[in-house]
């Protein structure tokens, strides 16, 4: 384990130096690539290099403990029993930042919510999550950015879409893509019984024009006059676009702002972010079963997490996570869940490893 240390300091040195490398400098892909790997290493010697030194401690205690009686040895036996506790613990956070890295940490993410079943209730619910991501964003001091809503009549969202901004967005947050269940007494329901409804949620990493080249000659793009809730006219211009790969049939409308070309710009953002996970999907061969995994249906029998007002319980049923916190957890409290799915995460790739 010393010799990956001394061999990922000289890679971590070498990446030093590239990244003041010209031709390095003079093409954005590969210093983004080069300086994503010096933060990494970076990262992972922040570990192995204390761990060197605790090794360095430990064979001096060890040697010095040899020769000593009374009081001192006593002393030394216990700076070794403290050394060795010291080690485990490093060598096991060392071997975890040596696990192959997930090719989207450290990128921005687009969240994309549905309201799936349930109606308007459902719509009223994508909004509740909405609202506890971006609290969470706040919580985290990531940035937000608003990329497209689709408002629902009774103040819900039949979809809605943002970006989120921060180093670790993707890694706390890539598994909350799926359908969210949610068991309450609806506004809409004048008995008063509790009803289940879904939302669908999927998580994007956010891809560059370097990391996606999309042909012009690809795309269809439709304009027409945007709407707000009811069908209401929101302006008198044919501002909407509505952008259609034709290779993929993905389909992406922005109508938020004001021209033709905002629309189209936020427009493309998405799409080139869905591309991205299709051919991450493909390199993987696992080819569209990622979006798949994240979104199934929207039916109830294939959600990830229930939301249930009664009991204020939060349960994800990946991990078997409850926790009696639900007020706190749609405040945007939701460390203990992303805490605890990154865990799992960590647990498997150490067992696959």
Do not use: C
Not at 43 to 68: F, N, S
Not at 121 to 141: G, I, K, P, T
């Amino acid at each position: 384990m010393l010799e990956r240390v001394e061999a990922l300091e000289a890679e971590f040195t070498e990446a030093g130096g590239r990244l003041s490398d010209p031709e390095v400098l003079g093409d954005q892909h590969l210093l983004r690539s080069v300086g994503r790997r010096f933060k990494e290493l970076e990262e992972i010697l922040d570990v192995g290099r204390p761990l060197r030194q605790a090794y360095d401690d430990l064979e001096v205690a060890r040697e010095m403990a040899a020769d000593a009686e009374g009081d001192d040895g006593d002393e030394l036996r216990s700076e070794i029993l403290d050394l060795e506790a010291s080690i485990a613990e490093l060598e096991e956070r060392f071997r975890f930042l040596l696990l192959p890295r997930d090719p989207n940490d450290g990128r921005n993410i687009i969240v994309e919510i549905r309201g799936a079943e349930g109606g308007e209730e459902a719509n009223l619910f994508a909004r509740d999550l909405h609202d506890m991501y971006q609290a969470f964003a706040v919580a985290h001091s990531w940035k937000t950015e608003p990329l497209g809503v689709r408002d629902s009549d009774m103040g819900g969202f039949a979809e809605v879409s943002f970006l989120i901004r921060g180093d670790d967005a993707w890694a706390r947050l890539k598994h909350e893509g799926g359908v969210h269940r949610v068991q309450r007494v609806p506004v809409t329901e004048s008995q008063g019984r509790i009803h289940t409804s879904s939302a669908t949620v999927i998580v994007l990493p956010e891809a560059d024009e370097v990391d996606v080249q999309i042909d012009d000659n690809d795309l269809q793009v439709d304009v027409y006059r945007s709407s707000g809730p009811g069908g209401q006219s929101v302006n008198t211009t044919d501002s909407a676009v509505r952008v259609t790969h034709l290779p993929t049939g993905l389909v992406v409308a922005m109508q938020d702002e004001k021209s033709q070309l905002q629309n189209k710009v936020k427009a493309l953002r998405v799409l080139r972010s869905r591309l991205l996970q299709i051919e991450q999907d493909r390199q993987r061969e696992e080819a569209s079963v990622a979006r798949k995994d994240q979104v199934g249906g929207g039916g109830r029998s294939e959600k990830i997490r229930t939301y249930n007002y009664k009991e204020n319980r939060v349960t994800d049923h990946r991990i078997g996570l409850t926790l009696y916190k639900l007020d706190r957890v749609l405040a945007g409290d939701l460390d203990e869940v992303t805490d605890g799915l990154m865990a799992d995460e960590r647990t498997r790739q150490l067992a696959d490893g």
